[in-house]
């Protein structure tokens, strides 16, 4: 039975959605994939529930096992953090009114499990989500790509971790868990990753 | 007919939520005031959904003609304005899914309106409100204190600029409207408060 994730990278302007079906032997297929947004300037209600009401209908559209979700980190572009959060808020809460749980993932988790290094670029990124999916182009924009990288992760992660089980660590909650054998030098470089994401935290 | 604020100060450990109905010669009177939250520790995804149901349950309950809340500045204690964003990201996607419309105030033009002093604290912003709502005692949590000096604020503020008119300096959009003339001592400290605030946000 595949784990359905959706993974999201929240922003106000665009908020990049993707849903990924992933085997027991991590293989992974593209189920959907798109962004949501506004264009600045618009006000921020407006933004807002623009969002709302596209988390709502990708939940209903696609009914994910879970929802993978980017972790906002205040030391980004002071500009845009806020709305960012504010748009994570609303994606998180509507997951949670559905009973969907709900997995943070920073982006140097991101990175490393997708390309095996926690500072790979957008570019890189983008490529191995496209060969992981098998598809024929790379995404875009490259919020989607982050979108289903995220679940990618978060998928690949849960199977490191054993069927079945869900970490602590990378879920909503402040708690951690551990990491267990058997990694793939990816694996490994995530598990690095999060241990220093989750130092950082402290 | 009066106006009916909802003003919500957020947070995920504490969610100030006040309700004021607030005729045209300003009298301002006391509908419900509370606050809604988790402790830390607890799942983010399980203490935004219990800011979402705080909010639907007040929207439900007390039908505001308009929500108030506190613009968040990334200026802040970084350990917790990202989960303060995603608060008010929350709370003001729930007013709009409802048509609500929604307003934004600074710290500044909240204590400037009800103190006359942008740089009150706390306590004497809770006096003052105290002593706006006829109250025998202070609100608690400040939060809740918060929530209510928004709520008048935003009334106050309408009241200003004429019947009818919420200025767009103050909504959620980005555009800013004139204030006008025949302003009292605390609502020319406000409207200066604005003004600098505007200009910060450039």
Redesign the interface.
């Known amino acids: 039975m595949p784990i359905r994730v959706l993974g999201v990278d929240p922003g106000l302007t665009r908020c990049g959605l993707g849903v990924v079906d992933v085997e027991g032997n991590r293989r992974a297929t593209l189920v959907a994939v798109g962004v949501a947004g506004t264009v600045?300037?618009?006000?921020?209600?407006?933004r807002?529930?623009a969002?709302?009401e596209a988390i709502e209908l990708w939940l209903d559209t696609h009914t994910p096992d879970v929802l993978a979700v980017e972790r906002?980190?205040?030391?980004l572009n002071?500009s845009t953090?806020?709305g960012t959060?504010?748009?994570?808020?609303?994606v998180?809460?509507a997951?949670?009114?559905r009973g969907i749980?709900?997995a943070?993932h920073t982006p140097t988790e991101v990175k490393a499990a997708v390309t095996g290094s926690g500072s790979a670029n957008k570019e890189a990124v983008g490529r191995m989500v496209t060969k992981i999916l098998r598809l024929d182009e790379m995404p875009r924009p490259a919020d989607a790509a982050d979108a289903l990288a995220l679940a990618i992760t978060h998928a690949w992660r849960r199977g490191a971790l054993g069927p079945g089980h869900v970490s602590s660590a990378g879920?909503?909650?402040?708690g951690g868990g551990p990491v267990q054998g058997g990694l793939t030098a990816a694996q490994r470089l995530w598990a690095e990753a999060e241990a220093k994401a989750k130092r950082a935290r402290r």
């Not at 959060?85 to 609303?90: C, E, I, L, R």
């Not at 879920?171 to 402040?174: E, M, P, T, Y």
């Open positions: 600045a300037g618009t006000a921020l209600d407006a807002l529930l969002i709302s906002v980190f205040s030391q002071v953090v806020m959060a504010q748009a994570s808020g609303v998180i809460a997951a949670a009114r749980p709900v943070l879920s909503a909650s402040a």
